[in-house]
């Protein structure tokens, strides 16, 4: 959820929903300053996710982590919505994980389809995925990559992202 009109004044500062979020998920705020970003650190050993906004080209919350070495084999791309539009995988092979209500929405394309689908195999986890509207995962060179349309400010979306990338680094550390 994002702000928008006259509903913008019945929600609090996207500053105290993330400190709440934060502290709800056992993780830490970083309030940002001139130079970087106000954003959500959560650790998730032996990695840590780190959720932000930024306003480039278009609004997006962004969750980040860093889950393997420079050359890491694995690459993966999941797009729902806008993004469907806006990126296209090269010398990737799209992926259907056998669910039609989760690969109607959802174009995978992947380096790894055994890794795939080990990670989007799991009907509870398709489900949160579908959920969203507007969607982008991205696993590549060692890093991951969420991102979603709009700077989120509802905390169970928060929350939602989150645990999509605590699920994918688990899987990952399988």
């Not at 502290?23 to 932000?52: M, N």
């Not at 991951?144 to 989120?152: E, K």
Request: proline share 7%; with cysteine.
């Amino acid at each position: 959820m994002t702000r928008a009109g006259n509903d913008a004044a019945l929600l609090p500062s996207r500053s105290l929903c993330w400190r709440a979020v934060a502290q709800s998920v056992g993780g830490s705020y970083e309030p940002g300053d001139f130079w970087s970003p106000e954003r959500i650190v959560l650790p998730c050993s032996p990695w840590t996710l780190a959720l932000h906004a930024e306003s480039i080209q278009a609004p997006l919350t962004i969750v980040r982590a860093t889950y393997g070495g420079r050359y890491h084999p694995l690459r993966l791309t999941l797009l729902k919505g806008e993004f469907q539009r806006e990126w296209h995988g090269i010398d990737l092979a799209d992926l259907e994980v056998g669910a039609p209500t989760f690969d109607a929405p959802c174009q995978i394309t992947t380096s790894s389809p055994a890794h795939a689908k080990a990670i989007f195999a799991r009907p509870g986890f398709q489900q949160k995925l579908v959920a969203l509207p507007h969607l982008a995962i991205d696993l590549r060179r060692g890093e991951l990559r969420i991102a979603t349309v709009g700077i989120v400010d509802h905390p169970e979306s928060l929350i939602t992202l989150l645990s999509i990338g605590v699920e994918v680094l688990q899987t990952l550390g399988r």
